[in-house]
């Protein structure tokens, strides 16, 4: 397996993380900060285009571009290992980076445009940045030190029926990088199962998109929330609680559109989401509103914190056994 | 009935799409035996009248048609057609060549001018959002929940001990002259002008 | 390198013949043989009119007995044509102290001008005289091979193998790791026959042969027996061969399955797939050979039960395994293949349900000794399924990390029979085979026909997807005809699933050093004219060891490598003697040379780095690793070398070019041809055969330019073993040339093919038009 790093980490910003659910933002940082791992967000970094990229709207000069100026926004604190919270940012980071080390055509434009804007110094030199052993997915990240997050447990979580939905820009797109599986994707299964809930593992459409689409959803609605729906139904014929994220994006066609759906099927899917930093956040015993950030969430979380005697007022946990490791 | 004249038309369309900066340098058009198992895995083919495999084949017969078709707009960018293909081929990727070739034309500025404000978002701020027009669908359909979030995402990113996501004056310039001088611009006042 | 002076002195006694062929004009019209007599320098020097005739024959003999010739050089046709000729002519002297000239493929008819034509002459005569000093008296090896062989493997192949060189006399260990043989074929149930268009007992074709293998004198089976280390010497290879304990006597157990029935421990019962229980003690099917019971020992838990109740006292729990010393002649790699593995694609659910099963699975629920006595039965519920779907290509033609690219060759033929068999049995069921390809190659073609009008239906699509909703299948696939993106309903589901090369083949493969493909099936020396041949001389292959095939063909190839074991004990074939040879003072035993060749020829044994004379081609790889001057290639020794180099530019005039070609055997073949299609070439172009350019070293190149030389072609056919190093060379030696400030561009490299000598001539106009140009300022 490739190498994870635990330091010199640039933890990427992600849009749809900084206005949909923050809280996965705070809970990464919540974790790492509990697990040693050496960590910096840069104020300058730009978003990836991610959204943009996938609406057609960015070409992709631009975005290898602007992929450029944060790759060496990363190299200049030091901080040369990427780590994205979102699945989005980290196929187009990859992507990027493959371009501006495999197409000289490519990497001497991107050059010529950081030139031409005086940006001389943010200029990409070949193999600055390695697609596969420079860009990780926080949840790798995570995974790499799972044993150190088991130590951490405060919370005991295994009475949940939980289901993964992994993000297809992690798994899919460049899959020689992808860990614990691309056609059955197992990373956050294993995470789950580092803070002692075991999930159902492989279920009918694990593997399906979440139905963003990305242009899709606005577009072509009916068409994206029936993808959507189908994956809700075959979790609810699992009689699951709890469905697990590890992209803002898929998380919010879920989280947001799951009444909708409810409504427009007259059905119910009773189905929570959180995603794996807010739920690893919530094991290790971070508080709900002021960590997880579970006020940004649409399908509220508080009946889920209730089930686990979680007293809102007091965000103490009552009764809850702590799992504490022997040290 | 279709007659192919052999040497006399050389297939432009598959060597185009080989060309762009969007295709993998293994990108195995060539190898594709149109066993149609990414359409068997497309949500877009489940949903629309989409077919990837389809697609493949128009683009390796030449079919310049394919460009127009606005079944390619179907297409989720999901990349499950890549994980599976068992010929190296990359559907998706082709995909969004063709949306461009088509954007280029002029034909596709008008399926994506609905996005525009996401590119006036990210010269402005550095970072990209969700269309703002697209905003009261959404809180209509998801709720007057969303709207109070919107309202109030800075307070409870300050409880949440975050900062401002906006970026520092000083990075949205070298974010919105890297976007002027690598065309994106012009791109986007192009687009916006197909309305 | 200058040859030792006394060498010299020894040289300079040396009374050497050369006799010049007219070869009835071929040569004469164009060479003026009055001036090249007249500047040969030898004892004897004779010309006719053809030297290859009995009265030639004559001349030759008749001066070396009166004058007392040491050595001979003919000067006349190519070697290639004559050289065996001429080696016979030349008797009582050995034939090796023969040189030959090729005045007529490489100088007359190839350059017409009588003046340069002669000059050419001269100078290959004058190179051959040089050489023909060094030449030593050589044996031709007699390759020897003993009369016994090793199979390895106790399938189909293996026994075939077995018993065709059982047949030609042949004694043959036949090692199976599994405690009984048969493979894979008894478990297949049926095989088609697309002749008769229809299904045959396995089992009824297998049992004649495993009878025979049984009976046969010649052969001895070992069962429960594995390879656990191999070492080849000059043609024979010693083996270590290790025996599990059975447990059980052989010769006292009956077979009375009273053992099996007391025995408290079941487990999973591999030879059905996993689908049925057996005991620890167990006999894997009714007709197994040998007909004795095993104890398996991972499971068994030495309670004794068996012990008590056997009457034959045929148990022996304290049984030792054995580690069995043999000697053979050849080794027959016959260790077959494994199915794919279905963790790798778990989109097709297998393994999450009962009802989805592999072919081989299928093989053994219709197989009328399976574990539903041949009724066609899902697995999960014991009913007749109603809908069957097939998968095609599982794992094979796919890319993706995990898979398998080739194509697995068997499988569509396999659904097909399947399909077949059910629709004959259970005409209610419905059998859809989802394909990419239908391949039926040859008469298979016919058998699909046949499917075809019993009513199995064929959709053409890749399945993405197998899914489960109360214990109902769903196959989501494109009906890529129709482009229609479809879900089919089953209630069983098959999977084709790809050959593998089995763990056996792998580790037998390591362990005598035999070559393995991209996809780890053992490579064969040539696929298309040494098709049963592995890297390693008397090694041979056959069945799905060396890659996916059926059992028609496993039967072919295991009969072909019988027939090359026999051709290697029966021809007693002589070999030239140009291999590499070991100064054994100098060799500090650094095993530089093992590791270059791809031969396989070099080794170490009792502490002496020995070279098997049948495996080495004289290549000369290993004289660039060895650091201390340890070997020599016979026939092909430095001093030949460079000798040769000296004679051909012996007589170079100051405003004369000079270009030296290496060619290998290949590209000398080719330069032949040039000459019987009267191209004309470049008056100044030599040509001296060498076995491979890893033969040509620095120092042989710095003396040809030293000696006036200004250009040096190497040509090489580029698909032998040892090509990969001769590329590094060709760098190393122009780096060699720039050191020594000599041009890199006077050194040039080509591929050479045998039919493509009008591109070789092409070539040496162009080097020699290049070669005017560097010198004109
Ligand atoms: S792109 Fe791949 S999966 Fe799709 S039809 Fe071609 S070979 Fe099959
Ligand atoms: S990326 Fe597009 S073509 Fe490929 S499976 Fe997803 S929706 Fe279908
Ligand atoms: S070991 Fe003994 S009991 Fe078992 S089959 Fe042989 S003879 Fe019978
Ligand atoms: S034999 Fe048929 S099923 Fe098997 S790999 Fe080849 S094409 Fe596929």
Redesign the interface.
């Known amino acids: 397996m490739k190498f994870i790093p635990d330091k010199d980490i640039l933890l990427f910003k992600s849009c749809l993380v900084n206005v949909e659910y923050p809280g996965v933002e705070s809970s990464t940082s919540y974790i790492f900060d509990r697990i040693d791992v050496e960590y910096y967000v840069d104020e300058r970094q730009s978003c990836c285009t991610g959204l943009g990229h996938y609406y057609d709207l960015f070409d992709q000069i631009s975005t290898t571009a602007l992929a450029a100026r944060n790759f060496h926004l990363a190299a200049e604190t030091g901080h040369k290992n990427i780590a994205v919270m979102c699945a989005t940012c980290y196929a187009i980071l990859k992507k990027s980076a493959k371009i501006l080390n495999q197409n000289e055509e490519a990497r001497n434009k991107v050059n010529q445009i950081l030139d031409d804007s005086n940006l001389e110094k943010r200029e990409y030199t070949l193999d600055d940045m390695d697609p596969t052993l420079n860009i990780f997915h926080v949840a790798e990240i995570f995974y790499n030190k799972r044993d150190e997050i088991s130590s951490l447990v405060k919370v005991d979580l295994s009475s949940l029926r939980v289901a993964t939905h992994h993000a297809c820009h992690y798994c899919k797109v460049h899959y020689n990088d992808t860990i614990e599986g691309v056609r059955d994707p197992n990373l956050i299964d294993k995470l789950a199962e580092a803070v002692g809930v075991e999930t159902i593992g492989w279920y009918d459409h694990k593997t399906v998109t979440c139905g963003a689409g990305f242009r899709q959803r606005f577009t072509n609605k009916e068409a994206s929330l029936a993808v959507t729906a189908e994956k809700l139904q075959a979790l609810k014929d699992n009689k699951v609680d709890l469905l697990l994220h590890m992209c803002p994006n898929c998380q919010m066609q879920f989280d947001r559109y799951q009444p909708y759906i409810e409504e427009k099927l007259d059905t119910e899917f009773n189905i929570f989401h959180l995603n794996i930093s807010q739920f690893i956040a919530l094991a290790l015993g971070a508080d709900p509103y002021k960590i997880l950030g579970i006020q940004t969430h649409t399908v509220p979380i508080e009946p889920l914190l209730k089930r686990l005697n979680y007293s809102l007022e007091t965000n103490e946990k009552i009764d809850v056994e702590a799992k504490k490791s022997p040290n | 009935m279709k007659t192919i004249k052999l040497k006399k038309e050389s297939v432009q369309l598959v060597k185009e799409v080989l060309k762009d900066i969007k295709a993998s340098p293994d990108l195995g058009i060539y190898k594709c035996v149109q066993c149609g198992m990414c359409t068997s895995v497309c949500p877009g083919a489940k949903e629309t009248d989409y077919d990837p495999r389809d697609m493949i084949r128009r683009v390796l017969e030449d079919d310049e048609t394919v460009v127009d078709d606005d079944n390619i707009w179907n297409c989720f960018s999901c990349y499950t057609c890549n994980s599976v293909c068992p010929c190296g081929n990359n559907a998706s990727e082709i995909n969004q060549i063709l949306r461009q070739m088509s954007i280029d034309k002029g034909e596709g500025m008008k399926k994506i001018v609905s996005f525009a404000a996401y590119g006036d978002s990210f010269m402005e701020l550095g970072v990209g959002s969700i269309p703002s027009n697209f905003f009261d669908v959404m809180v209509k359909d998801i709720g007057p929940g969303y709207m109070d979030l919107k309202i109030n995402i800075e307070d409870i990113r300050t409880d949440l001990g975050l900062g401002s996501y906006i970026l520092p004056e000083k990075a949205i310039d070298e974010v919105e002259s890297i976007l002027d001088n690598s065309g994106f611009k012009d791109r986007l006042e192009k687009i916006k002008r197909c309305k | 390198m200058n040859p030792d002076s006394s060498k010299d002195i020894s040289n300079k006694d040396l009374k050497i013949g050369v006799f010049l062929c007219r070869c009835g004009g071929n040569i004469s019209d164009t060479v003026d043989m009055e001036k090249l007599r007249s500047s040969v320098d030898a004892e004897v020097v004779e010309e006719f009119e053809n030297l290859c005739s009995i009265n030639g024959r004559k001349i030759i003999r008749d001066s070396i007995i009166q004058k007392n010739l040491d050595r001979v050089v003919v000067a006349a046709c190519s070697p290639i044509t004559h050289e065996k000729t001429f080696q016979k002519y030349i008797n009582p002297l050995n034939p090796y102290l023969l040189e030959m000239a090729n005045l007529r493929e490489q100088c007359s008819w190839v350059n017409p001008d009588v003046e340069t034509a002669t000059e050419k002459a001269i100078s290959l005569v004058n190179a051959s005289i040089e050489k023909v000093k060094y030449a030593q008296p050589l044996d031709p090896i007699l390759r020897k091979t003993t009369k016994s062989a090793a199979v390895i493997g106790g399938g189909i192949s293996g026994i075939s193998a077995s018993l065709s060189l059982a047949r030609q006399g042949i004694k043959t260990c036949l090692i199976e790791e599994q405690p009984t043989i048969g493979g894979a074929m008894v478990k297949v149930g049926k095989l088609f026959s697309p002749e008769k268009l229809a299904e045959e007992c396995a089992m009824c074709l297998l049992n004649p042969l495993v009878n025979e293998a049984v009976e046969h004198k010649n052969i001895k089976i070992m069962t429960n027996t594995t390879l656990k280390a191999a070492e080849r010497r000059s043609g024979n290879f010693h083996l270590l061969i290790e025996s599990k304990p059975r447990k059980v006597i052989e010769e006292k157990c009956i077979s009375c399955g009273k053992c099996a029935e007391v025995c408290p421990v079941e487990v999973k019962d591999s030879w059905n797939e996993d689908m049925t229980f057996r005991k620890a003690i167990y006999k894997p099917f009714a007709q197994a050979v040998p007909d004795v019971y095993t104890i398996d020992l991972e499971n068994c838990k030495n309670c004794g039960k068996c012990q008590e109740v056997c009457r034959m006292n045929a148990i022996d729990l304290d049984m030792e395994g054995e580690v069995i010393p043999m000697t053979v002649g050849s080794v027959v790699i016959a260790t077959g293949h494994k199915t794919f593995d279905m963790d790798?694609?778990?989109?097709y659910?297998y393994g999450?349900h009962d009802d989805i099963v592999t072919q081989m699975e299928l093989a053994r629920i219709m197989g009328v000794n399976g574990p539903t006595k041949g009724k066609l039965l899902k697995p999960s519920n014991n009913k007749i399924p109603e809908r069957v779907v097939m998968v095609q290509?599982v794992g094979s033609?796919?890319?993706?990390?995990g898979?398998r690219k080739y194509c697995s060759k068997v499988c569509c033929m396999v659904a097909i029979k399947h399909a077949n068999v059910i629709k004959q049995h259970y005409p209610d069921t419905d059998v859809i085979i989802c394909y990419?390809?239908m391949r039926t190659p040859g008469m298979y073609e016919k058998y699909f026909k046949y499917a075809q009008s019993n009513g199995v239906r064929l959709i053409?699509?890749?399945?993405?997807?197998v899914?489960?909703?109360d214990g109902i299948f769903t196959v989501?696939?494109?009906?890529?005809l129709s482009?229609e993106?479809l879900e089919i309903e089953a209630d069983l589901v098959v999977l084709s699933t790809a050959m593998e090369p089995s763990d056996g083949t792998i580790n037998v493969s390591g362990l005598l050093d035999v070559g393995l493909t991209e996809e780890l099936f053992v490579k064969e020396k040539h696929s298309k004219i040494k098709p049963v041949a592995t890297e390693v001389d008397g090694v041979y292959v056959c069945g799905t060891a060396q890659g996916p095939k059926d059992i028609t063909d496993s039967i072919v190839q295991a009969n072909a490598a019988a027939a090359k074991i026999s051709e290697l004990i029966n021809g007693g074939v002589e070999l030239e003697p140009f291999v590499a040879s070991i100064d054994q003072s100098k060799c500090t035993l650094c095993k530089k040379c093992i590791d270059i060749c791809k031969y396989k020829a070099a080794y170490i044994q009792d502490g002496i780095l020995t070279v098997d004379p049948i495996s080495c081609t004289g290549c000369g790889a290993c004289i660039w690793e060895c650091e201390n001057n340890a070997i020599e290639i016979m026939g092909q020794t430095d001093e030949q070398i460079i000798a040769t180099i000296d004679g051909m530019l012996k007589d170079k005039k100051p405003d004369e070019k000079r270009i030296i070609a290496f060619l290998d055997s290949v590209g000398y073949v080719s330069a032949d041809n040039i000459g019987i299609n009267k191209i004309t070439v470049p008056s100044s172009v030599r040509i001296i055969k060498i076995p491979s350019m890893n033969r040509i070293m620095p120092k042989h190149i710095l003396h040809a330019f030293k000696m006036g030389a200004d250009g040096i072609i190497m040509g090489e056919y580029p698909y032998n073993p040892m090509y990969s190093h001769t590329k590094e060379k060709i760098a190393g030696l122009k780096g060699e040339l720039v050191k020594n400030n000599i041009n890199p561009d006077r050194l040039a490299f080509y591929k050479v093919y045998i039919p493509y000598f009008r591109g070789l001539a092409n070539k040496f106009k162009e080097f020699d038009g290049e070669i005017k140009c560097l010198d004109t300022p």
């Open positions: 790798k694609r778990p989109e659910s999450r290509c033609r796919d890319e993706k990390p898979g990419t390809d053409r699509g890749r399945p993405g997807e899914a489960e909703k989501r696939l494109e009906d890529t482009k993106p």
